[in-house]
């Protein structure tokens, strides 16, 4: 559908950015010229009636904008608001099989009445065309399959949609025609006779047609079609009336001997019933609407029947590599020059299957950038359990070799876990973090924390406990540890290897603070139990340590206070706080008061983010600040929810990295509401910030 002419042109739409000499987000333009620094000049498109003629010119960042061809832009300019042809955008299965529609192309609209069955008839131009500048808005003219067949004496015209009214596609069985235009302010109507039966009748408050195209006899034999919970089905009752839903429940009902589906019909039928059969319940649907049937009277939905090329093209492709990967191989981390062209993009990453997000997640900031993990996930036991065995091969491997990981093998190593719950419901990242380590990888705990000088305990993630009013308002992941740590009266038996610090929130909604600054270096130097320890006012070896101290506003609040004897008396002589109850820190014997203290830094790498229970993460894949990625395991979908496929996304965010390069006072006096998209979802969504010690860390 490809018009011929314009085809030098260059069409875009901008998907994101602040407001730029006229240009904002869904807007759409025409390049005039690409001028330096990565910008586009170009015209741009208004709205309305006129939408088609330029309204203004202006000025765009090429790295906010979205290339369109002429007829990308033509259809994407007949729909309003703009905020719809960004939705759309971001479904390109969809938005590809719009652009390729031809005649008797089966669809299904968003009407006034629903969603509604029709064939594509024509592509009509809408729209003057008085000036060579201008551009054509292009809609479809779709005929219903209408309840009463009986030819009307007066022709009917056709109700137009845009591009965006359309919710589904399915490709005709016959071959395709191509379509004939019609322009608006012309006269006749170019129509071709479409093949029906007989229509269904209604039933209850909603009707449905049931058709067939003539040549459905040489589509694939639908007996041969495997049904299974989640399949679309259509069921013949004894009095040739056909209804529709989908499998909810499938086995064998008490007094039967063979198979049985409980289907959830599309609409409500007198007599069913809401999911209970026999006193029993086997699933919940509104009233009137659950079938209880043999499984061989239920045959596929014949209205969405499509040959086997198109249901290849439904199904999640996996990248196709050069070459034969030997996944048994272990893949050595990806070096920061390669992580861009091998990550970022659509169908990259781990991809999202049912409830899968918070594994996805938390996998791909542990495995996708080198980490200290790598040591422990590359030294193989004589006796390498499966789960392990599984994802080395299945995950680690497949991420660092092809930049993708198919669902399957995540259902797999979820399925070797050990517990139900990881295959259906929605877990913790902790609660996995801990399952992984201790029984994938068979590790000792990563944190050893010593608790009012008892002997030490293990964990694997650590959970910040404090008063809100202990910190600002806005605090940092360094201000939040302190604090932690001195309110619980622990320390870190060791350095550890990996920390990963879980923020003060509780339940997927409620967090203690609205927004929390990445520390991007730990320094857990005062952390350390047993480990020297410098003077907060002079420099030299501490001492005494005082959590009273902590959040005086006049010791720089929020920073741990330790002190030499001499320093210590001096601050403690002050009337407000000789109530204090200082304590004695252990100094190594071979300290002496002038030698400088070792700092014990580690090096945030990933961060965990969390909204409206939906798991997300930042990774930082490189040594240059501004070497971060996002990762979105269900950033989108193709098909419905039943026989649709999750879309992964990574995006390489630069932005991040500037963010956090600045100076605590920068970041404390920074203007959220100014900052970019994921700038703001980092800081006021972490839920967990992953970091491993700079003397472990392996080079990138």
């Known amino acids: 559908m490809e018009t011929k002419a314009g085809g030098k042109e260059k069409f875009f739409i901008v998907t994101r950015g602040k407001a730029r000499k006229g240009f904002s987000r869904g807007c759409i333009g025409r ?7 990565g910008e586009l000049m170009g015209l741009l498109y208004g709205s309305g009636s006129n939408a088609g003629s330029p309204k203004s010119g202006g000025v765009v960042r090429s790295d906010d904008t979205y290339p369109l061809t002429r ?63 201008d551009l054509q808005m292009l809609g479809f003219e779709v005929e219903f399959v209408e309840s009463d067949p009986t030819p009307s004496k007066k022709p009917v015209p056709l109700p137009l949609f845009n591009a965006a009214d359309i919710i589904q596609v399915v490709p005709a069985y016959s071959v395709p025609v191509g379509l004939h235009w019609r ?30 195209m003539q040549s459905i006899s040489q589509s694939p034999n639908s007996s041969h079609i495997r049904l299974d919970v989640g399949s679309m089905v259509e069921v013949i009752s004894n009095t040739g009336v056909t209804v529709y839903g989908v499998i909810r429940w499938m086995g064998v009902l008490p007094g039967k001997t063979t198979e049985s589906a409980g ?91 049912f409830n899968s997000c918070y594994l996805d997640a938390t996998l791909f900031s542990l495995f996708s950038s080198p980490t200290t993990l790598d040591t422990v996930c590359s030294t193989r036991k004589p006796t390498e359990q499966p789960i392990s065995c599984t994802l080395r091969k299945e995950i680690i491997n497949r991420l660092r070799r092809q930049g993708f990981v198919p669902a399957a093998s995540v259902m797999k190593f979820r399925e070797q876990l050990g517990c139900e719950t990881f295959l259906t419901e929605e877990k913790d990242p902790e609660e996995f973090i801990t399952v992984l380590l201790q029984k994938g990888l068979c590790m000792e705990p990563l944190l050893k924390l010593r608790s009012r000088g008892e002997m030490f305990q293990g964990a694997y993630t650590f959970q910040i406990i404090l008063e809100k009013e202990q910190v600002v308002q806005m605090p940092t992941v360094q201000q939040l540890l302190d604090t932690s740590f001195l309110s619980c009266d622990l320390k870190f038996e060791e350095t550890p290897s990996c920390l990963i610090v879980q923020m003060p929130r509780f339940g997927k909604k409620y967090k203690m603070f609205p927004n929390i600054i990445p520390s991007t270096e730990l320094d857990i130097t005062d952390l350390l139990y047993n480990s020297p320890r410098e003077c907060f006012i002079c420099g030299c070896v501490a001492e005494i340590e005082c959590p009273q101290c902590l959040p005086d506003c006049k010791l720089q609040p929020g920073k ?141």
């Open 560 to 700: 741990i206070k330790q002190y030499c004897s001499t320093c210590n008396t001096q601050v403690h002589s002050h009337r407000l706080r000789q109530g204090h109850c200082p304590r004695a820190l252990v100094v190594p014997p071979q300290m002496h008061t002038d030698n400088s203290v070792p700092r014990h830094m580690m090096q945030l790498f990933a961060v965990l983010c969390i909204k409206t229970s939906h798991y997300v993460s930042f990774v930082k894949y490189g040594a240059d600040t501004r070497s971060w990625l996002f990762f979105d395991s269900m950033a989108d979908r193709c098909g419905d929810d039943e026989r649709g496929y999750n879309i992964p996304e990574i995006k390489a965010c630069p932005e991040v990295g500037d963010f956090l390069s600045q100076t605590d006072e920068e970041l404390a006096r920074a203007n959220l509401s100014q900052a970019d998209e994921l700038v703001r979802r980092l800081l006021c969504d972490s839920y967990m910030f992953l970091y491993q010690s700079q003397s472990m860390q392996i080079d990138k």
């Open 31 to 37: 390049v005039e010229a690409e001028i330096q620094h």
């Open 71 to 133: 007829h990308q832009a033509q259809l994407l300019l007949f729909v309003s608001p703009s905020s719809k042809r960004l939705e759309l955008l971001c479904n390109p299965q969809l938005f590809s099989a719009i652009c390729e529609l031809s005649q008797d192309d089966l669809v299904v609209v968003k009407h006034k009445k629903g969603h509604m069955p029709g064939l594509v008839k024509n592509l009509m131009q809408i729209g003057r065309k008085e000036n060579q500048e």
């Open 263 to 353: 289907i959830e019909l599309d609409y409500d039928v007198n007599g069913c019933s809401d999911g209970m059969h026999g006193g029993q319940r086997y699933f919940s649907c509104k009233g009137n609407r659950a079938l209880f049937m043999p499984v061989t009277k239920c045959s596929p939905d014949s209205r969405f029947l499509c040959s086997p090329t198109y249901k290849e093209s439904l199904k999640p492709k996996e990248p196709s590599p050069a070459c034969t990967y030997d996944f048994e191989e272990d893949a050595p981390p990806i070096h920061e020059s390669q992580a861009l062209s091998l990550l970022v993009g659509r169908m990259k990453g781990i991809q999202g299957h």
């Open 183 to 212: 322009d608006s302010h012309s006269g006749g109507l170019n129509r071709k006779a479409v093949s029906r039966i007989n229509s269904m009748p209604n039933m209850g408050s909603r009707a449905r047609q049931m058709m067939e």
